[in-house]
């Protein structure tokens, strides 16, 4: 552990190049600052500083990238930050992504600083941002909000008079977006994974569809062509799988690896793990690959070139199940019934997984769905657990809670061979989660319900209404007090979520 510290600690010092100074220049009362616009800094070196080029230019960038919007719903970009003549094709993909008639609330840029160190962030709050094109406006009353309310931000003026990673995404934005939209522009300053967090901890209630994350960043430095190749897939890879350790272990592995004049592989890291805390806990995110060069594409000399990357972050598309749309007939039921027999069997046996033939399975047993697995033995419950995030095909994430009912639910000893032919085997394919604002809108053995406060949660099935013959009331005080930990009455300050399933057994499929 103290070595891999040890290397990320270096190589995130040394990819600055440039002479470090650690600011003090930071307040955190800007109520009584004067508003004084940030005046374009880069305009003339990175892109044109007259509108009519740069517009130009944008229109021949937007024309070149590779990927035109293929994914609804994107939360976040990674998008790289150098001249527009070597990066701006690869920035042009990414911002393709987001939608151009959405009325974002906010638009959160995040940079990392080239030249200044201090604590934690620095949002510029005190007036707007100008580039040749025009003036984008910040939300200074939220960026003075999240100042005040939070030791983790400050406005540090050096921060921003000459950081330029920041700077050179808004003409993208003012030459994509159709709407209005104003900006939260923020720029790390903090080399510490802790304070990192923090700055994750804070924005984590704003990553939402009604606002956008711009994150950025180029990848490796300096490098030849050919090892630039290797080490920002390697990195982007990392990336792509949502884990912040894994972005780690990559950066450490490149280092290891002793790269001719490698001197970081990702420029930008302290606001890429920002958005990464931030997303790699929620499985309904999906982290794509949309395009990437680096300056050899654009140079002759390929001896040293830097790299860039763009990603999208957007949430998964989710099964409509209305009973209209999503349809199990019954030999699609019959066999995942097989299917979680063979697969309890196996794994008691062998402690290996059953494998299943993808090719005698049907579109809908291959769809993204999620599911539980109810075991009974003489009627009694014998073992119960689910999977809500659709986040794999229905018949893995049926083997998958097979498996986890007969031999993790801890309410029940460990199921043992000798007695499947006494256990009868239950599935329930689930809808998406609905939030819901009343009580009145469950409908009792039609909708399950699941309870979140916090990190405590807890669910009942539909059928649990129709076993029991409680009272709403009842259903949900039960769910609230005895799964979700939250005493009788806890459900009446937590989140509460419906969803509707389809149920058939084995004991069903012989009645039939």
């Known amino acids: ?67 035109v919007k293929t994914y609804d719903h994107v939360l976040a970009i990674i998008s790289p930050h150098a001249g527009y003549v070597y990066s701006g094709k690869v920035a042009a993909s990414a911002f393709n992504q987001i939608d151009p008639d959405k009325e974002y609330e906010n638009i959160f840029i995040l940079s990392a600083s080239h030249r200044v160190l ?15 094109l025009g003036k984008v406006k910040v939300n200074r009353e939220l960026a003075s909000k999240l100042i005040n309310e939070n030791k983790i931000f400050t406005f540090n003026p050096d921060a921003h008079s000459s950081e330029h990673s920041l700077e050179v995404q808004l003409p993208f934005l003012q030459f994509k977006m159709n709407k209005e939209f104003q900006i939260i522009p923020i720029v790390t300053g903090t080399q510490t994974l802790s304070e990192i967090k923090e700055i994750s901890e804070v924005l984590k209630p704003y990553f939402n569809e009604r606002n956008l994350f711009i994150i950025s960043s180029d990848f490796s430095h300096y490098p030849k062509y050919e090892d630039a190749l290797k080490v920002d897939k390697k990195t982007g890879d990392a990336i792509i799988s949502n884990s912040v350790n894994k972005v780690i272990d990559a950066i450490n592995e490149n280092a290891l690896a002793n790269v001719e004049n490698l001197v970081t592989s990702l420029c930008g890291w302290p606001a890429v793990f920002t958005l990464l805390n931030i997303t790699q806990t929620d499985r309904n995110i999906q982290v794509i690959s949309v395009d990437y060069q680096n300056s050899g594409d654009a140079l002759s000399d390929k001896s040293r070139v830097v790299g860039y990357h763009a990603i999208a972050f957007a949430k998964k598309k989710t099964q409509n199940m209305s009973e209209d749309q999503f349809i199990l007939r019954n030999q699609e039921k019959e066999k995942l019934l097989e299917i979680a027999r063979l697969t309890i069997n196996e794994y008691l046996k062998s402690r290996k997984v059953f494998k299943v033939d993808e090719s005698e399975l049907s579109d809908v047993m291959k769809s993204e769905c999620g599911a539980f697995v109810t075991l009974h033995k003489e009627g009694a419950l014998r073992g119960c657990i689910g999977r809500f995030v659709a986040d794999e095909a229905l018949y893995k994430i049926v083997q998958k809670m097979a498996i986890a009912a007969a031999t993790e639910d801890h309410r029940f000893p460990v199921v043992e061979q000798k007695e499947m032919s006494e256990i009868d085997i239950e599935i329930s394919v689930l809808t998406p989660l609905k939030k819901i604002e009343s009580t009145d809108e469950i409908e009792m053995g039609r909708h399950g319900i699941y309870i979140k406060k916090g990190f405590a949660s807890g669910t009942f099935l539909p059928q649990v209404a129709l076993e029991t013959g409680w009272t709403k009331e009842e259903f949900l005080g039960y769910c609230s007090r005895n799964k979700a930990g939250l005493g009788w009455d806890g459900w009446k300050d937590a989140d509460i979520y419906i969803y509707e399933a389809f149920v058939f057994g084995e004991s069903d499929i012989k009645k039939e």
């Open 1 to 67: 552990m103290r070595k891999s510290r040890f290397i990320l600690k270096g190589l995130l010092l040394f990819f600055l190049g440039i002479t470090v100074v650690y600011c003090n220049s930071q307040t955190k009362d800007t109520s009584q600052l004067k508003c004084i616009d940030r005046q374009s800094v880069v305009a003339g070196t990175f892109y044109p500083d007259n509108p009519e080029a740069l517009k130009s230019q944008l229109e021949l960038l937007f024309a070149k990238s590779e990927m």
């Open 118 to 132: 201090f604590r934690g962030a620095s949002i510029y709050s005190q007036g707007d941002y100008i580039t040749p």
